[in-house]
């Protein structure tokens, strides 16, 4: 099974609109890590937000929130009020602890906003 | 504010060479990572390192190695360059957290990318 799955290849959105783009993970460990990365044009990685296996409440960053599902395995990323230079490609990737640190990526959703 | 080097941001090697691409790090990491990314199949782990001397294959590990001397400095090596191996490569690095129990605001870093022509 994939460790990371993201379903949406593309999305686009209206500037000003919410969005969320989606992420399930599979693991086995119980201490684990969530990040979602923001790689633009340039292809510099850029990192949005992360979410610890244990953390009670979903992270929040400014216009990004993480909505964390953990019995659903499920770790969305939405961002409010989309701008033009959400425009991007946007990766999950899950941090498992376990013997070793394994940071392993999604295939990424390219979100395209809209004016 | 530089955290994590790759040595050349653009490589164009012939077929049957052997390549070496260098990342270093200056935030005193134990771990290290290497990734190459192709379009729809984003970032495939090839290999990381939890400490020096230390690696563990990823899930392409096939035609690549690694090594760790130092604490801050991961090589990719391309033992014998193919034209499949043309990508773009990146290296990250991520501290450990404590016991087991992940740190908040913890983040990988990355650097700028290598983009490997094998013709």
């Known amino acids: 099974a994939q460790k990371i799955t993201q379903t949406q290849p593309g999305m686009f959105v209206q500037e000003k609109e919410a969005v969320t783009l989606d992420c399930t993970y599979d693991t086995s460990d119980p201490s684990y890590g969530l990040f979602w990365y923001k790689q633009p044009s340039s292809g510099e990685m850029i990192f949005l937000i992360y979410?610890?296996?244990?953390?009670?409440q979903n992270a929040t960053e400014g216009r990004y929130s993480l909505n964390f599902q953990k019995a659903r395995k499920s770790a969305n990323l939405v961002i409010s009020a989309s701008q033009l230079g959400d425009s991007a490609m946007y990766f999950c990737a899950i941090d498992e602890v376990g013997s070793a640190r394994q940071l392993t990526f999604g295939s990424g959703t390219q979100l395209t906003v809209l004016p | 504010d530089v955290k994590v080097t790759q040595s050349s941001r653009y490589l164009v090697k012939r077929t049957g060479e052997k390549v070496f691409l260098e990342c270093v790090q200056d935030?005193?990491?134990?771990?290290m990572f290497w990734y190459r990314q192709d379009p729809g199949l984003g970032l495939r782990l090839i290999y990381f390192?939890?400490?020096?001397?230390?690696?563990e294959k990823g899930d392409i590990p096939e035609g690549y190695s690694v090594s760790r001397e130092k604490k801050e400095r991961f090589s990719l090596i391309l033992e014998s360059a193919s034209t499949n191996q043309t990508s773009m490569y990146l290296c990250a690095s991520l501290p450990s957290g404590s016991g087991g129990l992940l740190t908040m605001n913890t983040e990988a870093f990355f650097g700028q990318g290598t983009r490997l022509t094998v013709v």
């Open positions: 979410q610890g296996s244990y953390d009670q």
């Open positions: 390192s939890y400490d020096v001397k230390m690696k």
């Open positions: 935030m005193d990491h134990e771990n």
